[in-house]
């Protein structure tokens, strides 16, 4: 099992940037890809971003392409979610999850097993 813990939410201004972090334990994480998934109020859970851990290749939702970065520290076994230009629609609260060590299709809650309890992100207008 994999123990995931998030910080770095906050209340921003739209165009402000904030970076959220997630530390991972347990050895189920050794292998293991971290994504960054987000839920608005009254909405689904979505995908935002994910980066394995063998070859580093990272994943993003169309939405935060160009805005996001995720990143990890292997060493410090730490997750890492940059977000710049941040907009009011990017307001939601914002989980971690550890899955398989690689991705073979469309990156979905179901490919992930554990999952952080989240840090909630508003961005004002």
């Known amino acids: 099992q994999v123990q995931l813990v998030e910080s770095g939410g906050g209340l921003v201004q739209a165009g402000d940037s904030l970076r959220l972090s997630c530390t991972a334990s347990?050895?189920?994480?050794?292998?293991?890809?971290l994504g960054w998934f987000r839920q608005a109020p009254g909405k689904e859970r979505e995908f935002v971003a994910a980066?394995?851990?063998?070859?580093?290749?990272?994943y993003y939702a169309d939405l935060v392409k160009g805005r996001f970065i995720i990143s990890r520290d292997n060493a410090k076994n730490i997750m890492y979610l940059q977000m710049n230009s941040l907009k009011p629609e990017d307001t939601a609260v914002y989980f971690c999850?550890?899955?398989?060590?690689?991705?073979?299709?469309?990156?979905?809650?179901?490919?992930?097993?554990?999952w952080g309890q989240g840090t909630q992100v508003t961005v004002s207008s």
């Open positions: 347990g050895r189920a994480f050794e292998n293991a890809a």
């Open positions: 999850a550890a899955g398989p060590p690689y991705f073979t299709g469309k990156i979905t809650q179901a490919d992930f097993g554990s």
């Open positions: 980066i394995t851990k063998i070859t580093g290749r990272t």
